[in-house]
């Protein structure tokens, strides 16, 4: 049995409250890689009553489809819902098909475009599919946050943003930042983190996870359920996950992603192609390995072993969480193929007509290259190969025939090419 001291935020009386074994296991499983919890010994009391009720927590996870696939980045909060979902807690994925509609002003210096309604409902088909490779799909909660959203109309948007003032909102970083910079702020971005908050009252959250770029936003929803007389949630913020540069956030607009619908062989890779400091952070953020495991791991590098041995064993372990034990085996093994120069099996076959053609218009038209001017760039760089022979020349005119053309490391195709 262990004793935490809680205090409440409103009061300065703080009073002892015993935890099972059982409830600091799951509290320590939930701090687990976290950025922050808040309020921790509030979140421990809602452990302590779900224990000895027997109701499960309602945890709450909402995202906004404004892209239709998710990537590793966004695994990170996933990885935390499956965890508390296999303590035993309900969670609810929220899709967010109408506050898209506003757009999430979060961590932005300018106004995000409202995304339409077809936009939206394209891009929310694929969200659950894919997040059900993360949560157990049997015991998820499906809701869209239209549900309450659109019932509230006019006089409801009213009531519900004479909740907030203008001086709080203006708290937050980024609006204060564009307002110092004049840099113009729509009134409706104002209500994005309303609507957000309301989503909370609606579901009766106890805690609500997000990127550490929503705390905000979380924060609105705990003082919403106050105004509505509900106990208020619990805020967990989980680190943004850096991207294949080690520099920016994981994001498909800065193409340093990892899609989780990758085919295995490129997601090995891409893993494979991080730095071995960064792996560590991968290692905390993505992976299911104990610490004890990931400690030893750390150990084994500073004696002296390959960190290279230890990124494919991170590898493999995504690979397979995404795909298949098999598919992670036979991804190793390209990844090895490839590295000793080969070719790997399963390239795309393409034919091509025109020739003779200049290299970098070929490596268009075969989709290596989104444009004739980055082909140039590879050939420069010593990227491109026609059958292993590194290209030099950028004017090469390439004459009809099959050869298997490739661009850096990753992209390859077998091309009939005719006149």
Not at 20 to 43: M, P, W, Y
Not at 335 to 355: C, M, Q, Y
Not at 378 to 388: A, K, N, T
Not at 400 to 410: D, E, M, P
């Amino acid at each position: 049995m262990t004793l935490v001291t809680a205090q409440d935020p409103k009061t300065t009386s703080p009073h002892q409250l015993p935890l099972s074994d059982a409830v600091q296991h799951a509290l320590n499983v939930t701090k687990r890689g976290v950025d922050e919890l808040l309020i921790e010994a509030e979140f421990a009391q809602k452990l302590a009553r779900a224990e000895k009720t027997g109701q499960p927590l309602r945890i709450k996870l909402g995202l906004d489809p404004t892209a239709p696939d998710l990537h590793l980045g966004h695994t990170v909060v996933l990885n935390k819902m499956r965890q508390l979902q296999d303590l035993g807690h309900t969670v609810i994925f929220l899709i967010g098909d109408f506050t898209s509609m506003i757009g999430d002003p979060s961590g932005r210096n300018a106004t995000r475009p409202p995304l339409t309604r077809e936009q939206i409902e394209l891009n929310a088909q694929t969200y659950f599919k894919q997040a059900s490779l993360v949560l157990d799909e049997s015991k998820t909660e499906i809701r869209y946050n239209s549900e309450w959203c659109d019932p509230l109309g006019a006089r409801g948007m009213i009531q519900l943003a004479s909740k907030y003032t203008v001086a709080r909102m203006m708290e937050r970083d980024d609006f204060t930042k564009r307002f110092k910079a004049g840099t113009p702020i729509s009134v409706h971005e104002f209500l994005y983190p309303l609507m957000q908050g309301y989503d909370s009252v609606a579901l009766k959250a106890d805690l609500e996870l997000g990127g550490t770029d929503q705390k905000f936003n979380l924060l609105v929803g705990r003082e919403l359920q106050k105004d509505y007389g509900q106990e208020p949630q619990c805020i967990l913020t989980m680190p943004l996950l850096e991207g294949l540069d080690g520099v920016e956030k994981m994001s498909k607009s800065k193409n340093n992603y990892i899609a989780i619908t990758e085919p295995a062989n490129t997601m090995f890779a891409k893993v494979m192609s991080i730095s071995d400091e960064m792996m560590w952070r991968y290692y905390d953020l993505l992976s299911f390995s104990s610490l004890a495991q990931i400690a030893s791991y750390k150990q084994a590098v500073n004696e002296g072993q390959n960190p290279r041995d230890i990124k494919v064993a991170l590898a493999q372990e995504i690979v397979t969480r995404f795909h298949s034990a098999q598919a992670a085996t036979d991804a190793l093994a390209d990844f090895v193929n490839r590295s000793k120069g080969g070719i790997p099996d399963d390239i795309s076959e393409i034919s091509l007509t025109g020739a003779p053609m200049g290299i970098a218009q070929l490596l268009k038209q075969a989709n290596l290259c989104a444009s004739t001017s980055e082909a140039m760039r590879m050939v420069d760089q010593g990227g491109v190969r026609i059958d292993g022979a590194v290209i030099s020349d950028k004017a090469l005119q390439v004459a009809a025939g099959s050869f298997v053309l490739q661009v850096g490391k990753r992209k390859f195709a077998k091309i009939t090419f005719s006149a």
